[in-house]
C-alpha cells in the first residue's frame, strides 16, 4: 500500500513542472499562467464589485469603517498562521522531489499541532486583551474590531490550506481558494443583504459577512485536502526536523505579517492621520491597482514550485530558465495595466463608482506605477523564500515597511492617499533593490526582465 502511495506520489512529480508528455517549460508556463491568472482576474473584478456594493451601501465614512476593520483582521493573521503556508508549500515540493516521504508525514504532524496551538493561543489572547480595547476606543470602531479578530483565525486556516495544495503542486486549486472563493461568497452575501435589507448593512456586519465568506471557504479547503492528506499521512512513519521547520516558520511568519502590514498599515496611518475619506480613497486606488499586480501575482504562484524542485535538484539551469518565463511575464502584464489605467482610470471611477471617489485616481496611477517598477525586477522574492533564503526576504521587508511608515507619516497628513501611494512607492522600490542585490550575491541569478 505505501509503495502504491509513493508511486502515485512520483508520477504527480513529474506531471507537474517537468513537462508531461514532452511539453516545454515555456509552454507549461503560459498555459498554466493563464489558468491562474484568469483567477485572480476574476477575483480583482469580484472585489471591485464588492467594494462598489459596499461604497454604495455604507457610503465613504462607512466603507472607511470597514477598511479598517478588515486591515486589523488580517494584519493579526500571520500569528496565527506563523509562515506555515510558505513553508508547507516549500518543504513538501522538496520532499516530493527527493522522495523524502518520511519527512513529508512528519512535516503534516508538526504543521497540524502547531496551527491548532496556534489558534488556541490566540483565542486566549484576545479574551484577555477585549476588555483594555472595550473601553480604549468607541463603539463603532468596536463594531467593526469585535468580528475582525473572528475573521483572523479562519483566514490563516484558509491560508495553510492554500500552502498545502500548492506543495502538492495544484496551483490553480490554491488560487481558487485563497482568493476568488472568498470575494466570490463575500459578493452573494453582501448581495443579498442589500437587496432584501438595505438598512440592515452596516461597518460591522459587512466585516462579518466576510467572516462567513472565509468560513465558507475553509468548508471547501478541507473537502479538497482530507483525503489527500490521510493518504500522505499513512505512507510512510513520521522524520521530524521540528528545530528547522520551526526556524523557517518563524522568518516566513515575519515575512508574511510584513507583506499584510504593507497592505494595510498605510490604511490605519491614513485613518489616524488624515481621514477616514482619505483611507477610502486609498482602499480604492488599492483594489483597482491590484489590476496591475495582476501577472505579478500569477507568476509567484505559477513558478514557486519549480524553483522549489530545481533548487533541490541542483537544476541551476532549470532555476534560472523559470526566473526569466516570470521576469518577462510580469513586467509585460503589468506594464499593459498602467497604460489603460492612464489613459481610461479617471473615466472608469467615474463611471464605477461616481465622482465623489475620484480623489482616488492620482493614487491609483501612483501605485499601479510602483507596481511595474516592482515586477521589473522580478519575481525575486519567490526565488528567495523557495531556495532557503527566506531570512533575507525578512530584513528586505523590514527595511521596506520602516520606508513605508516614515514615509506615509509625513506625507499621508498634508497629501492624503497620494502621500500614502508615494510612501508605499518608495517602499516597494526599497524590497526590490535589496533583494535582486541578495539574488545576485547569493544565487548568481539574473531575476530582471532585462536579464540582469
Request: net charge positive; with cysteine.
Amino acid at each position: 500500500m505505501r509503495e502504491s502511495v509513493r508511486d502515485n506520489h512520483r508520477s504527480e512529480q513529474r506531471k507537474s513542472y517537468l513537462g508531461a508528455g514532452g511539453e516545454g517549460l515555456g509552454r507549461a508556463f503560459v498555459r498554466m499562467s493563464l489558468g491562474v491568472s484568469g483567477i485572480l482576474a476574476l477575483d480583482i473584478c469580484v472585489s471591485v464589485a464588492v467594494a462598489i456594493l459596499l461604497a454604495r451601501g455604507l457610503g465613504v465614512t462607512g466603507l472607511g469603517l470597514y477598511s479598517i476593520g478588515i486591515a486589523v483582521g488580517r494584519i493579526l493573521t500571520p500569528l496565527v498562521q506563523l509562515g506555515l503556508p510558505v513553508l508547507l508549500a516549500r518543504e513538501i515540493n522538496r520532499a516530493n522531489a527527493l522522495d523524502d516521504h518520511c519527512r513529508l508525514s512528519g512535516l503534516f504532524r508538526f504543521a497540524a499541532v502547531a496551527l491548532l496551538a496556534l489558534v488556541a493561543c490566540f483565542t486566549v489572547l484576545c479574551l484577555f486583551v477585549w476588555p483594555l480595547i472595550d473601553g480604549a476606543v468607541s463603539a463603532r470602531v468596536q463594531a467593526v474590531l469585535l468580528p475582525a479578530l473572528l475573521l483572523t483565525p479562519l483566514a490563516a486556516m484558509v491560508n495553510v490550506g492554500g500552502g498545502l495544495l500548492q506543495g502538492f503542486q495544484r496551483v490553480t486549486a490554491a488560487a481558487i481558494v485563497t482568493t476568488l472563493a472568498q470575494s466570490a461568497t463575500m459578493l452573494a452575501l453582501a448581495g443579498t443583504a442589500m437587496l432584501l435589507a438595505p438598512d440592515w448593512l452596516t461597518p460591522g456586519r459587512a466585516v462579518m459577512l466576510n467572516v462567513a465568506a472565509v468560513a465558507a471557504t475553509m468548508a471547501g479547503v478541507i473537502f479538497l485536502l482530507a483525503p489527500r492528506l490521510i493518504r500522505a499521512w499513512r505512507a510512510a512513519p513520521p522524520v521530524y526536523r521540528a528545530d528547522e521547520w520551526f526556524r523557517s516558520a518563524l522568518r516566513f511568519a515575519l515575512a508574511g505579517g510584513l507583506v499584510i502590514a504593507e497592505q494595510h498599515v498605510l490604511i490605519l496611518i491614513l485613518g489616524a492621520t488624515a481621514s477616514e475619506a482619505q483611507a477610502t480613497f486609498f482602499r480604492i486606488a488599492q483594489r483597482t491597482a491590484s489590476l496591475a499586480n495582476l501577472g505579478y501575482a500569477t507568476v509567484i504562484r505559477v513558478i514557486g514550485p519549480g524553483i522549489s524542485e530545481s533548487h533541490a535538484r541542483g537544476n541551476a539551469a532549470r532555476l534560472q530558465e523559470f526566473i526569466s518565463q516570470g521576469a518577462r511575464g510580469m513586467a509585460a502584464t503589468t506594464l499593459l495595466v498602467l497604460i489603460v489605467l492612464v489613459l481610461a482610470g479617471e473615466w472608469l471611477l467615474d463611471l464605477v463608482l461616481g465622482a465623489e471617489f475620484l480623489p482616488a485616481y492620482q493614487p491609483l496611477i501612483l501605485l499601479c506605477a510602483a507596481w511595474s517598477l516592482r515586477a521589473a525586477f522580478g519575481p525575486v522574492e519567490s526565488l528567495m523564500e523557495m531556495t532557503g533564503h527566506e531570512g533575507a526576504v525578512v530584513r528586505a521587508r523590514l527595511l521596506s515597511v520602516a520606508v513605508m511608515v516614515a514615509g506615509a507619516a509625513l506625507l499621508a497628513g498634508p497629501l492624503g492617499a497620494l502621500g500614502a501611494a508615494a510612501a508605499a512607492g518608495l517602499g516597494y522600490l526599497t524590497l526590490s533593490l535589496a533583494l535582486w542585490r541578495t539574488a545576485r550575491r547569493r544565487l548568481g541569478c539574473a531575476s530582471t526582465a532585462l536579464g540582469l
